[in-house]
């Protein structure tokens, strides 16, 4: 789709014991359905393809839309900047069968889509996991696409051939869904509110599905994508399943486990708190890890964030910072631009990406073990979670006297 220009730049190959590969499902084609890349432990594979990390000129268009940029000049300045770049993962590569894995479901921020957060996936999917990144239907999604059914031409006579599959592909429509900007006057907050209950929906949804197919139930994928989607019956751990989101997908792991006990835990990275109800926080009873970037976060959403340990105990609410973070060291985008573009644009932060993403992974896979009782060697980096390191901070960097002042007139 484009040349890369540099060839030091990439997205970071998983470091588990398991190759990882991905594959699209998509069930229901209208805009009602779910649709979402997994990403999965897979069997070796020398020629393995690996899938472009921007799947098609439909979601540069979405990013041109979300950025406010002219359609025309932007699809050949991203596509020259990453066009050429691959996700580390074997495109519908052979599922491994090796027990049964626990399962995350992950919920992009506003304006991503479901490939933009593969360095988390991949990693997380390495390690033993099944992870669903869901792809968001509420136009807080930069671009995403649905289909309608073609019209059917009337029959000529009774000889007429019988009319083909109506949900067969070649018989329906692709449509395009981009990103919904806030209308002159409009209030942010109804919005919000009601696309973070959406995309809680679509996160159950796509778990319901998920817990189908694990059954051994045929699901037709609409995408009809190669992956034999039938290896991954009894595959997964479904007394062990977590959701994870970035920024509105952060919000959408505290909407998420409110709605669904399924999920056992939430991570919520960079989380914006601002599209929640106020009576949620009482109800969430699982435990929650914030991992927080230094330069995002201010005193009003920490506050928010602290307003959730009043219905727990504190032990199952964690907070680190991660120093020298920006609120894009999370998606995928801090890996592919250079330190000049990248700082200008606030896709980097201060520290290596490598390092930041490592933290962040790290920190996660701890506090799913401690969550979800894995039997695994994630252990190793329990005091990431409690934020002992020297690129952390434990809890938030921001002023204490400011978030004390705010929760007292909150």
Request: charged letters at 20%; hydrophobic letters at 35%.
């Amino acid at each position: 789709m484009g040349n890369s220009c540099s060839n030091n730049l990439g997205i970071p190959p998983a470091k588990g014991p398991n190759a990882v590969g991905c594959s699209d499902f998509m069930m229901d084609h209208t805009v009602e359905g779910t649709f979402f890349r997994l990403y999965y432990p897979c069997v070796v594979s020398d020629n393995a393809e690996k899938p472009d990390w921007i799947p098609c000129k439909g979601y540069f268009y979405g990013l041109a839309d979300f950025m406010k940029i002219n359609r025309g000049l932007s699809e050949k300045i991203f596509n020259y900047l990453f066009g050429s770049f691959k996700i580390p993962a074997a495109l519908n590569g052979s599922y491994k069968q090796n027990g049964k894995y626990p399962v995350v479901i992950f919920s992009h921020g506003l304006g991503a889509f479901r490939t933009l957060y593969s360095a988390i996936c991949t990693e997380l999917a390495s390690q033993g996991f099944i992870v669903a990144s869901v792809e968001h239907r509420d136009e807080s999604a930069s671009a995403t696409y649905f289909y309608h059914q073609k019209p059917q031409e009337p029959e000529k006579d009774e000889a007429s051939p019988p009319k083909p599959n109506p949900e067969a592909p070649e018989n329906l429509v692709e449509e395009w869904m981009y990103y919904r900007s806030l209308k002159p006057g409009e209030s942010e907050f109804p919005l919000r509110n009601k696309q973070v209950k959406q995309r809680a929906d679509e996160c159950i949804k796509a778990l319901d599905t998920l817990i189908q197919i694990n059954s051994g139930k045929n699901m037709e994928n609409v995408l009809q994508t190669e992956f034999d989607w039938t290896t991954l019956e009894n595959s997964m751990d479904l007394c062990r399943i977590a959701v994870m989101g970035h920024s509105f997908g952060g919000a959408t792991v505290v909407e998420a486990l409110c709605k669904d006990v399924n999920f056992k835990c939430g991570i919520a990275l960079d989380a914006w708190m601002f599209p929640l109800d106020e009576e949620i926080y009482v109800r969430v009873k699982q435990p929650i890890f914030f991992i927080n970037s230094e330069k995002f976060q201010w005193a009003g959403n920490i506050s928010r964030m602290r307003k959730l340990d009043s219905s727990s105990t504190s032990m199952q609410r964690k907070m680190i910072t991660i120093k020298g973070t920006v609120h894009q060291s999370f998606p995928d985008f801090t890996f592919l631009t250079g330190n000049w573009i990248g700082k200008i644009l606030k896709l980097k932060g201060e520290i290596d990406p490598q390092v930041g993403i490592d933290l962040c992974n790290r920190a996660s896979l701890a506090f799913l073990q401690r969550h979800l009782g894995l039997d695994k060697d994630f252990n190793q980096w329990d005091h990431l979670i409690e934020g002992k390191d020297h690129n952390l901070i434990p809890g938030t960097n921001l002023h204490k006297c400011a978030l004390i002042y705010l929760c007292h007139i909150h």
